[in-house]
């Protein structure tokens, strides 16, 4: 079975940090480009971060530049988000994504594989 699923949501202060992680199970995850993607309580999904099938090519979201970076271990079928510097506007439910190219866009239907998400809250 084709799955993602991410790891590493919590709760934290304002100011603080975390570090999520997406795993592949069932297929390489080095054969795709990632989107890492949240969506807040009566918000739209919106894209957070991407990164290509090799690394070589990022993208963040202007909320997040600076502040989150993106990156993977194709050896482990892992990618990761480190996330610094968290606002409590940072709270959602955080995704990954999995798409054949890399696009450099947050088109929702370009990703092809979904995990089921892990909550992130930012509050004091």
């Known amino acids: 079975q084709l799955r993602l699923v991410e790891s590493g949501g919590g709760w934290v202060q304002p100011g603080g940090s975390l570090r999520l992680s997406c795993a592949a199970s069932g297929f390489t995850l080095g054969n795709y480009a990632i989107g890492w993607f949240r969506q807040a309580p009566g918000k739209e999904r919106e894209g957070v971060s991407l990164?290509?099938?090799?690394?070589?090519?990022?993208n963040y979201a202007d909320s997040v530049k600076g502040r989150f970076t993106i990156s993977r271990d194709n050896a482990k079928n892992t990618v990761h988000l480190q996330m610094n510097s968290l606002k409590p506007e940072d709270t959602a439910i955080y995704y990954c994504?999995?798409?054949?190219?890399?696009?450099?866009?947050?088109?929702?239907?370009?990703?092809?594989?979904w995990g089921p998400g892990t909550q992130v809250t930012v509050s004091s």
């Open positions: 994504a999995a798409a054949t190219y890399y696009s450099g866009t947050y088109s929702v239907p370009s990703y092809r594989y």
């Open positions: 990164i290509s099938s090799r690394g070589t090519a990022t």
